[in-house]
């Protein structure tokens, strides 16, 4: 049985074997994964495929999940559906080394599945909600794939200066607006963001607050769910934002009609603000770069 490769226990094992004996190190059949060039790697994580291609592996890579919205560079590889809901032997097809997720997702059937062959690697790989969290995770591939220490220098030192420049940002705002995070996919699915959500953590490091704190993931929105929030800005993907247009109404006018919104300060002053999925809440490379932006939207929206 294939056994999952875990890279937060990668380190410690790679640390046993470097003290071996050098019979057991001059082993040919021992691979040094940190000098082979992967041949080909399925990602199934959008931070983790924006990172593949920030550390120059990108042209390894033969196949995404429906997250990997960015870069450019990757929308022409196969799309194989979400972790949770994935086309197996469109992934097995690929004839992969390598399958890339969130450590999170090990759960995933399919994850499971997958696991069985003997031809495939699977790397579970932190991808922490933090500004910070793709150095962590850009380590954390760097225990099994060919990734120069310096290209995580240059990100490590480029993320600073964006967390920096949110910093100074952030010292000069004195409002801390309240924000509420709808999920939308047309007119019959529009959840509200809870706390425990990756949205509510990008608005909190945006200098905003989560608007709702009654529940902790999603929620259908309604009136109960919003009613004590009373949010000054409304915040959505772009895509969810898009999803509400009817023949009669443009998306901003369906959102506001809305008879959980209705009646907020959101509404009444029409502040809208939408952002592109992943950068918003992936955390990846640009994650301290997306805080920003949404900070500087933030302000510009409470001066309406």
Same mark, same amino acid.
């Given at each position: 049985? #294939?056994?999952?490769?875990? +890279?937060?226990?990668?380190?410690?094992?790679? /640390?046993?074997?470097?003290?071996?004996? $050098?019979?057991? !190190?001059?082993?040919? $059949? =021992?691979?040094?994964?940190? *000098?082979? *060039?992967? #041949?080909?790697?399925?990602?199934? &994580?959008? +931070? @983790? *495929?924006?990172? /593949?291609? =920030? @550390?120059?592996?990108?042209?390894?890579?033969?196949?995404?999940?429906?997250? +990997? +919205?960015?870069?450019?560079?990757? !929308?022409?590889?196969? #799309?194989?559906?979400?972790? &949770?809901? /994935?086309?197996? $032997? %469109?992934? @097995?097809? /690929?004839?992969?080394?390598?399958?890339?997720?969130?450590?999170?997702?090990?759960?995933?059937?399919?994850? =499971?599945? @997958? %696991? !069985?062959? #003997? $031809?495939i690697e699977i790397l579970a790989v932190p991808v922490p909600q933090r500004l910070d969290g793709a150095v962590t995770s850009a380590k954390a591939l760097a225990q099994k794939l060919p990734i120069a220490p310096e290209k995580i220098e240059a990100l490590e030192e480029e993320m600073k200066k964006d967390r920096k420049a949110l910093t100074e940002f952030l010292a000069q705002q004195k409002t801390s607006p309240k924000v509420l995070f709808i999920y939308a996919r047309g007119s019959k699915v529009i959840m509200a963001a809870g706390p425990n959500t990756p949205m509510a953590q990008m608005i909190k490091l945006a200098g905003g607050q989560n608007a709702v704190d009654n529940f902790e993931d999603f929620k259908p929105l309604t009136p109960e769910s919003v009613l004590a929030s009373q949010p000054d800005i409304l915040l959505l993907f772009n895509s969810g934002l898009a999803s509400l247009a009817q023949a009669e109404k443009s998306a901003d006018e369906a959102l506001l009609s809305l008879p959980a919104l209705v009646q907020t300060p959101a509404a009444k002053h029409k502040r809208i603000i939408s952002m592109e999925g992943h950068y918003l809440s992936g955390f990846g490379p640009r994650a301290a770069k997306a805080a920003l932006e949404l900070a500087q939207k933030l302000e510009t929206a409470m001066n309406k």
């Amino acid at each position: 049985m #294939k056994t999952i490769s875990y +890279s937060s226990l990668f380190f410690a094992l790679f /640390l046993f074997a470097a003290c071996q004996n $050098e019979a057991a !190190q001059a082993n040919t $059949e =021992q691979k040094t994964p940190t *000098t082979e *060039t992967p #041949k080909r790697i399925i990602s199934l &994580n959008g +931070s @983790l *495929t924006e990172l /593949l291609y =920030q @550390l120059d592996l990108g042209q390894n890579v033969v196949g995404l999940d429906v997250t +990997s +919205s960015y870069p450019e560079a990757a !929308q022409a590889l196969p #799309k194989l559906g979400h972790v &949770n809901k /994935l086309n197996v $032997e %469109a992934v @097995l097809a /690929l004839n992969p080394d390598y399958i890339l997720v969130d450590s999170n997702a090990l759960a995933s059937p399919a994850i =499971q599945q @997958l %696991a !069985q062959s #003997k $031809e495939i690697e699977i790397l579970a790989v932190p991808v922490p909600q933090r500004l910070d969290g793709a150095v962590t995770s850009a380590k954390a591939l760097a225990q099994k794939l060919p990734i120069a220490p310096e290209k995580i220098e240059a990100l490590e030192e480029e993320m600073k200066k964006d967390r920096k420049a949110l910093t100074e940002f952030l010292a000069q705002q004195k409002t801390s607006p309240k924000v509420l995070f709808i999920y939308a996919r047309g007119s019959k699915v529009i959840m509200a963001a809870g706390p425990n959500t990756p949205m509510a953590q990008m608005i909190k490091l945006a200098g905003g607050q989560n608007a709702v704190d009654n529940f902790e993931d999603f929620k259908p929105l309604t009136p109960e769910s919003v009613l004590a929030s009373q949010p000054d800005i409304l915040l959505l993907f772009n895509s969810g934002l898009a999803s509400l247009a009817q023949a009669e109404k443009s998306a901003d006018e369906a959102l506001l009609s809305l008879p959980a919104l209705v009646q907020t300060p959101a509404a009444k002053h029409k502040r809208i603000i939408s952002m592109e999925g992943h950068y918003l809440s992936g955390f990846g490379p640009r994650a301290a770069k997306a805080a920003l932006e949404l900070a500087q939207k933030l302000e510009t929206a409470m001066n309406k």
